[in-house]
């Protein structure tokens, strides 16, 4: 098994451009999880899926941060408009129950 | 969420020694977990707990869920340099999963 993939693993882009951070899961995981993880505030959990659909998105920080899954195999993670405070390294998890997830390597975001 | 405490943040050892960690909580988790992150890589998880005062070995790695079921502890035997890392705690309980701020050690050759 691959494990969750996620991409781009590095992304530098300036303040106010657009940002997507892609994340397939592990085949046969019906739970989606989408991280930040920072110096200051550790691991963040900003939102979760189960079988495709949002279950708890409270931690998204802003209307700037929109998640999707429009299938099992695949999900993003949308900033718009960027801002150099959302730098940070995001991950996804998978998992097939709750508790036990999967991470994916991360995308290290830089915005300048 | 609330992080959970995490203590010691880092830890400076002798490749040989043993390692001691724990995470504690105001409130009380059904599960309490325990991951390894390297650099520039993702959490793995190393070990699960399931029930109060269960303790569970991974290799030279034991942890236990304690009794109050708000604190857990991490045990690494006989410390290696690739034991490098950060070590996070995680407590669930229901749809509700905190992590710990971690802990960093190294290890001296």
């Known amino acids: 098994d691959a494990g969750v993939i996620q991409s781009p693993r590095h992304e530098v882009t300036e303040m106010g451009q657009e940002v997507t951070l892609r994340c397939k899961p592990i085949s046969g995981h019906d739970y989606l999880f989408w991280y930040r993880q920072t110096m200051m505030r550790g691991l963040e959990l900003l939102i979760y899926?189960?079988?495709?659909?949002?279950?708890?998105d409270s931690g998204m920080p802003e209307d700037r941060f929109s998640a999707k899954m429009p299938n099992a195999s695949f999900s993003t993670l949308k900033i718009q408009p960027s801002e150099p405070r959302d730098s940070a390294v995001y991950f996804c998890a998978s998992s097939s129950a709750f508790n036990i997830q999967y991470f994916g390597a991360g995308t290290r975001l830089s915005v300048l | 969420g609330q992080q959970l405490n995490q203590s010691p943040q880092s830890m400076f050892i002798q490749e040989g020694e043993d390692v001691s960690m724990n995470c504690t909580s105001s409130?009380?988790?059904?599960?309490w977990l325990w991951y390894k992150q390297d650099p520039g890589e993702g959490p793995v998880l190393l070990i699960a707990l399931y029930k109060a005062g269960e303790l569970t070995s991974n290799g030279r790695l034991t942890a236990q869920f304690g009794i109050t079921r708000k604190d857990s502890f991490l045990n690494i035997s006989a410390s290696i340099p690739s034991d490098v890392g950060i070590y996070f705690c995680?407590?669930?309980?229901?749809?509700?999963?905190?992590f710990g701020a971690g802990t960093r050690l190294t290890v001296k050759p």
């Open positions: 899926f189960n079988n495709n659909v949002p279950i708890d």
């Open positions: 409130s009380i988790f059904n599960t």
């Open positions: 995680a407590g669930q309980k229901g749809n509700d999963m905190r």
